[in-house]
């Protein structure tokens, strides 16, 4: 048997790693924690847009030396990148050279990914374009819906959009981020609203289900290939509209009596004599 000294030792060991293993429970590590401000990275990155000097007032100021890429290629747009302030419209932007052999029309892909660590405090650099003619002057102008897909890698996984080049007159494009779109949002099936200390990863099944847009961030801008054109294709852009149930979608698609509903319908006399 251990002295007096000794088991009192081991008594206090014990009681300190019983207290430890409880202090580690409502520990959640930093990476887990849900940031204290969720507004302010945003709230950041507008202020540092707001304080940039506009290097260019009009579309012919800009440089188109480099050219539309044949495949989205990846161009982040922050703090660093030259702002334009078009149509009273200030943002980061891009400019390009049409590729004047393309067979027309052909589409331009866009992907936008989440800037943020966390997912209640992301948001998206979501792209406004404009195409212009050889004399810098706009064609057509469009602000890109962005749909959510959420694929196998990372490439195949943000908020998607496309715009289709039609006008055999455009010769330039340029991509920014209006004022309209800055203040908008993106849907996003998987919510942020319930993030907390005790769940970190989890998800509500009901909240704002809304990524705000931003001023920066990382866009993806090409001509479309398969890998964004099936993205695209099978992105979710809105909440699915709620349905009558699995019965009543059948009957409204199948138009063959499988469910055996027509004989009664036809002869109701069966019904009442049991047959």
């Known amino acids: 048997m251990p002295s007096s000294p000794v ?10 790693t019983l207290a430890a293993c409880h202090t580690m429970k409502a520990i959640v590590p930093p990476n887990f924690r849900p940031p204290e401000n969720p507004s302010n990275t945003v709230d950041l990155a507008r202020k540092a847009l707001d304080n940039a000097t506009p290097c260019c007032g009009s579309f ?9 890429p044949w495949q989205p290629q ?16 200030r943002s980061y932007f891009l400019a390009f ?3 004047a052999g393309a067979q027309m029309p052909y589409t331009v892909a866009m992907k936008a990914e989440l800037n943020g660590r966390w997912l209640s405090s992301s948001y998206l650099f979501a792209p406004t374009v404009v195409l212009l003619d050889d004399a810098f002057q706009p064609l057509h102008a469009e602000d890109i819906q962005l749909c959510e897909y959420m694929g196998w890698t990372s490439e195949t996984t943000g908020a998607f959009g496309k715009f289709k080049v039609e006008d055999d007159k455009a010769r330039y494009m340029v991509v920014y981020s209006s004022t309209k779109q800055q203040k908008s949002q993106t849907y996003w099936e998987q919510s942020p609203s319930n993030f907390s200390a005790e769940a970190p990863v989890k998800m509500a099944a009901a909240g704002s289900f809304k990524i705000p ?13 398969d890998t964004y054109k099936k993205a695209i294709g099978n992105a979710v852009c809105d909440k699915a509209q709620p349905g009558n149930g699995v019965i009543s979608t059948i009957r409204q698609v199948v138009t063959t ?7 009664d319908k036809k002869d109701p006399s069966k019904k009442e004599n049991g047959s």
């Open 7 to 16: 088991r009192s030792l081991l008594l206090a060991a014990a009681m300190l």
């Open 60 to 68: 012919a100021d800009l440089s188109y030396q480099d050219m539309l």
């Open 74 to 89: 990846r161009f982040s747009l922050d703090k660093d990148s030259p702002v334009a302030n078009l149509n009273g419209d």
């Open 97 to 99: 050279r049409l590729p």
């Open 213 to 225: 847009h931003g001023p920066d961030g990382v866009l993806f801008v090409g001509m479309q290939n």
């Open 257 to 263: 009596d499988i469910l055996g509903e027509g004989k």
